[in-house]
T-cell receptor, first 110, second 114 residues
């Protein structure tokens, strides 16, 4: 079983819809990343969280440490949001390496 | 916004050849990581490097792989005697601190072994 699980694996939405991507983990962590990977393959860091909630533009990330769960929300989605969204964690016991989820492929149609 | 630059963006190589992937770090960011993503799979940790030595490596990072900072600036990943299964995207990450900090990924190098 993966230590970091994302859902859904694939998500198709219409432009303007509110989108939620979920990440659950089964290990103790010190922080969690949300990353965006575009079709060309490059990875961009969106958020790093260790508690609470962060907001940047139309993106909101939340984390509940007790429930070992994080969500990434996109408000007023746009076709340019189409990408793979990846959750990655720093495990308390794994030194400084990141452990990644499988990613969620988001497609936003106009 | 500081950037990590990786070269080349795409490399095609014959099986059995050696390849060197390069990463130009951000000034004063002293921690280096290489990650790999085989097509359709999740990103995997290969190795971390600090103070001119490997600090951690995964079971994937065997004798075929090596890392160094040859000129004290660029950070390289060398893959000797490439195999078909080495085909993947290779990402360099260069955070400022060891943990709990933005990861600063490079754009990646797509390696294709034929």
């Amino acid at each position: 079983k993966n230590e970091v699980e994302q859902s859904p694996q694939n998500l198709t939405a219409q432009e303007g819809e509110f989108i939620t991507i979920n990440c659950s983990y089964s290990v103790g962590i010190s922080a969690l990343h949300w990353l965006q990977q575009h079709p060309g393959g490059g990875i961009v860091s969106l958020f790093m969280l260790s508690s609470g909630k962060k907001k940047h533009g139309r993106l909101i990330a939340t984390i509940n440490i007790q429930e070992k769960h994080s969500s990434l929300h996109i408000t007023a989605s746009h076709p340019r949001d189409s990408a793979v969204y990846i959750c990655a964690v720093w495990k308390e016991t794994s030194g400084s390496r990141l452990t990644f989820g499988e990613g969620t492929q988001l497609t936003v149609n106009p | 916004e500081p950037e990590v630059t990786q070269t080349p963006s795409h490399q095609v190589t014959q099986m059995g050849q050696e390849v060197i992937l390069r990463c130009v770090p951000i000034s004063n960011h002293l921690y280096f990581y290489w990650y790999r993503q085989i097509l359709g799979q999740k990103v995997e940790f290969l190795v971390s490097f600090y103070n001119n030595e490997i600090s951690e490596k995964s079971e994937i990072f065997d004798d075929q792989f090596s890392v160094e900072r040859p000129d004290g600036s660029n950070f390289t990943l060398k893959i000797r005697s490439t195999k078909l299964e080495d085909s993947a995207m290779y990402f360099c990450a260069n955070p400022k601190n060891r943990m709990n900090t933005e990861a600063f990924f490079g754009q990646g190098t797509r390696l294709t072994v034929v």
